[in-house]
T-cell receptor, first 113, second 110 residues
Framework: DTGVSQDPRHKITKRGQNVTFRCDPI?????LYWYRQTLGQGPEFLTYFQNEAQLEKSRLLSDRFSAERPKGSFSTLEIQRTEQGDSAMYLC???????????FGQGTRLTVV | LAKTTQPISMDSYEGQEVNITCSHN???????ITWYQQFPSQGPRFIIQGYKTKVTNEVASLFIPADRKSSTLSLPRVSLSDTAVYYC???????????FGAGTRLTVKP
């Protein structure tokens, strides 16, 4: 399978707990993006990596959110002290430059109870 | 970053051609236009990309007028399975993000 892989697909957590999601991009892609999507809305940009460098970070990404991409390969998105408003689909995408289009994973659906 | 405007929703019937227009009045010289399709509970899927004039692939055609201030995604002979949200994005390889708008919700009826 050479697509973008996200793990887990679903996560239910209690408010106040920390969660971590993983994204494995297409191996030769140097760009990796994280998005959050709620029902009926378009994907909201969270952050972007070029190789291992985090080059852009949305104001939506509060200090409870952190993302890493060690060695420019897989990436993790951690949410600390989850709130009910964090319930959403978290999408990861990778690309080799933007003009070639990006490939998205299936997403991780987070439910905070 | 060029902002895009699309219709919120469109309805069509099976077998018809559907054209979805996206406005991007502030498009920059180096910007490309990219369209994505998204089904419920899935990530967006790249459909087509173009810079000017016309681009065609096995899924769709993309028409871009000379001033490049708009673009039209054309889906020939739609089927029920084309019911999805379609997003138009504008940007070049120097953009550090890809920002989606609300997209166009296309409903194909039998």
């Amino acid at each position: 399978d050479t697509g973008v892989s996200q793990d887990p697909r679903h996560k239910i957590t209690k408010r106040g707990q920390n969660v971590t999601f993983r994204c494995d991009p297409i191996s030769e892609h140097n760009r990796l993006y994280w998005y959050r999507q709620t029902l009926g809305q378009g994907p909201e940009f969270l952050t972007y990596f070029q190789n291992e460098a985090q080059l852009e970070k949305s104001r939506l990404l509060s200090d409870r959110f952190s993302a890493e991409r060690p060695k420019g390969s897989f990436s993790t998105l951690e949410i600390q002290r989850t709130e009910q408003g964090d319930s959403a689909m978290y999408l990861c995408a990778s690309s080799q430059g933007q003009v070639n289009g990006a490939f998205f994973g299936q997403g991780t659906r987070l439910t905070v109870v | 970053l060029a902002k895009t405007t699309q219709p919120i929703s469109m309805d069509s019937y099976e077998g018809q051609e559907v054209n979805i227009t996206c406005s991007h009045n502030n498009i920059a010289t180096n910007d490309y236009i990219t369209w994505y399709q998204q089904f419920p509970s899935q990530g967006p899927r790249f459909i087509i990309q173009g810079y000017k004039t016309k681009v065609t692939n096995e899924v769709a055609s993309l028409f871009i007028p000379a001033d490049r201030k708009s673009s039209t995604l054309s889906l020939p002979r739609v089927s029920l399975s084309d019911t999805a949200v379609y997003y138009c994005l504008v940007g070049d390889d120097n953009n550090n993000d890809m920002r989606f708008g609300a997209g166009t919700r296309l409903t194909v009826k039998p």
